[in-house]
């Protein structure tokens, strides 16, 4: 079954994403809004996109190679369905957050980290570098990089 999928680029780059997705097959979709720009006195009218670092992108998880969007130039990190983010999270590059993971706000989540489907995050946390948070896992403190991540409430379960 194909579902759309939010996936989150570097800075400015989700016109060179949408590029790249399409050029490997996938149906990306970029909603953009014409947008009055000013400078040195002259105002002219630009395609921007609606959602400043967001795009879509239509997946089927059952047969598609969905793992290759990751590496993707321009992309970031791949937002799941039914996933929530709240206010003022910082998600580092080549991030999986899976179906169903709740997110608090201010949360800092490192490069190459994996949120496992069901996960809940609360506010103000830290997950370092390359950590892998196990699906349904309930994270209340900071954790370091590389660490594996189970439980309610969490504890690092090995490196």
């Not at 969007?69 to 799941?80: D, L």
């Amino acid at each position: 079954m194909k579902r759309w999928h939010v996936i989150y680029t570097r800075p400015r780059s989700e016109s060179l994403a949408l590029q790249h997705l399409k050029r490997q097959g996938f149906t990306a979709y970029l909603p953009r809004h014409r947008k009055q720009r000013r400078h040195a006195r002259r105002a002219d009218l630009i395609s921007a996109p609606l959602f400043p670092r967001y795009m879509f992108v239509l997946i089927d998880a059952a047969t598609a190679s969905w793992w290759s969007i990751r590496s993707t130039i321009g992309v970031n990190a791949i937002i799941n369905t039914r996933a929530s983010v709240d206010h003022d999270c910082v998600i580092g590059g080549h991030v999986h957050i899976a179906p169903g993971v709740v997110l608090g706000g201010g949360i800092t989540i490192g490069v190459g980290s994996h949120i496992g489907a069901g996960s809940s995050v609360i506010q103000n946390i830290r997950i370092g570098e390359n950590a892998l948070v196990a699906a349904g896992a309930s994270v209340v403190t900071d954790f370091p990089d590389g660490a594996n991540i189970a439980g309610v409430p969490a504890k690092v379960m090995g490196k």
